[in-house]
């Protein structure tokens, strides 16, 4: 699946050290009951608007779990519920709107998972109808649908393109056969290959595709075969990153054999020279695009933007920027993780939490530097409210430290920065 702000982007660096997911969001108070509160600090100023706001839908369902999966994914056993699901995803939409949210067009729409390409057709259709009866779409919005190459056909997609779907992700991780059955896929090279040959006849120009390396007993020779078979396939968007043994999965009880620090170090090297050489610009720690192609969805997560997350487990982050009483606020929202709970409660969410100064500059640091040109100094003001001042001696630090490069008006890791962005992004936690 491509990677978003669920996931640990960052490759492995020669010292072994990563970086962190993007942050795990602190247990607030229940909907309902008083909200955890952080005063808005009086410097903060949101006079420019709040910033841009996306939509992220959760489907929480797989065939099977990936042994490597740390995503809120649950084994399909029954049917897919696809009514009662879709009817929950519409009513939490429309609990989530309100205080001028509702006014504010979504620039991108993005249904993940999980599988998404488990649901029919009809059933993308009449959630992305739902949304535009809710909600204002900008006139190019972008609405991303992810796709495991096991579960399609030339019909879903073109259901699914004729419901809106106008970017399709495809989760094909590998094009060898051994590989793909060491990561528990539930798909071979052939389907991958069809799954993307059907896209494009169906009429898809914008496809992302998905690949990993470090894999179980995968060698340099074998990482570079790989991708170079996925690059000539040519697709508009690659999303190319390290597997990681994360905490809880079947990989973490029983690592697989995988290679050292220094060949993960290499593979990775060698994977940016090859896909620069095809005209894929790395943007980000693991995404690369040829002109027009950036994913627009995860540049609104990487600039710290605003979004609305429904479905089960889900994570929202909306600005509270004027005309309301929580003037100044920047609120995260997270939704009832487990499917079952999620449909059956009338108040789908699970927490809410008001950002501190402290927290808004921590995470705008832990997205904001995953961008490999980095962002530009205003735009911290402008996402956070606070004035950029506020930054100036750990910017000066990490700058002289080479983590950072010295550039008026911009905040861009350096490429040591990029390297150990652990240690950059530990430089903003200043709680």
């Known amino acids: ?222 990482a570079r075969d790989d991708l170079e078979r996925l690059i000539a396939l040519q697709p508009e968007h690659l999303s190319y990153y390290q597997l990681t043994m994360e905490p809880n999965t079947a990989f973490a009880q029983s690592p697989p054999a995988v290679a050292d620090d220094d060949e993960l170090c290499d593979m990775q090297d060698q994977g940016i020279a090859l896909l620069a050489a095809a005209g894929y610009q790395r943007y980000e720690v693991s995404a690369y695009a040829r002109e027009h192609g950036r994913c627009r969805h995860n540049l609104n997560y990487w600039r710290f933007g605003d979004y609305i997350g429904i479905g089960a487990g889900a994570h929202g982050k909306l600005t509270h920027a004027a005309g309301g009483q929580l003037d100044g606020q920047v609120e995260r929202r997270t939704c009832r993780r487990h499917p079952d709970a999620y449909v059956a409660n009338a108040d789908r969410l699970s927490t809410r939490r008001w950002l501190s100064d402290q927290d808004l500059i921590l995470e705008f640091a832990l997205n904001a530097f995953r961008l490999v040109d980095g962002v530009e100094s205003a735009l911290f003001e402008r996402q956070t409210g606070l004035s950029r001042n506020r930054l100036d001696v750990i910017v000066a630090q990490a700058q002289q430290d080479e983590l950072l490069a010295s550039e008026p008006g911009w905040l861009r890791p350096s490429a040591l920065g990029l390297r150990f962005l652990t240690d950059l992004v530990a430089r903003f936690d200043i709680a």
């Not at 939409?93 to 998404?116: C, K, N, Y």
Request: glycine share 10%; charged share 20%.
């Open 1 to 222: 699946m491509e990677r978003d702000l669920r996931a640990d982007l960052s490759p492995g660096a020669r010292s072994g050290r990563r970086l962190a997911p993007a942050p795990t969001l602190k247990h607030g108070q229940k909907p309902g009951s008083k909200p955890t509160q952080h005063a808005a600090d009086p410097g903060r100023n949101f006079a420019a608007g709040p910033p841009e706001l996306t939509l992220y839908v959760h489907v929480p369902w797989c065939v099977r779990k990936c042994p490597y999966c740390d995503f809120n994914s649950h084994a399909m056993h029954d049917a897919l519920p696809e009514r009662r699901y879709i009817d929950a995803l519409l009513a939490d939409l429309d609990a989530q709107l309100g205080a001028g949210v509702e006014a504010r067009p979504l620039r991108s729409v993005f249904i993940g998972g999980g599988t998404p390409s488990l649901c029919s057709g009809a059933a993308i259709r009449r959630l992305l109808d739902g949304v535009r009866a809710r909600c204002q779409l900008a006139a190019d919005v972008e609405i991303t649908l992810e796709a495991n190459p096991g579960t399609v056909d030339a019909g879903h997609f073109e259901d699914y393109l004729r419901a809106g779907v106008n970017r399709l992700s495809i989760g094909v991780q590998s094009l060898s056969a051994h590989h793909l059955v060491a990561l528990g896929r539930i798909h071979d090279p052939r389907q991958a290959l069809a799954a993307y040959t059907t896209a494009r006849q169906v009429g898809y120009d914008n496809v992302n595709l998905d690949m990993m390396f470090g894999l179980p007993g995968q060698t340099i020779a074998q």
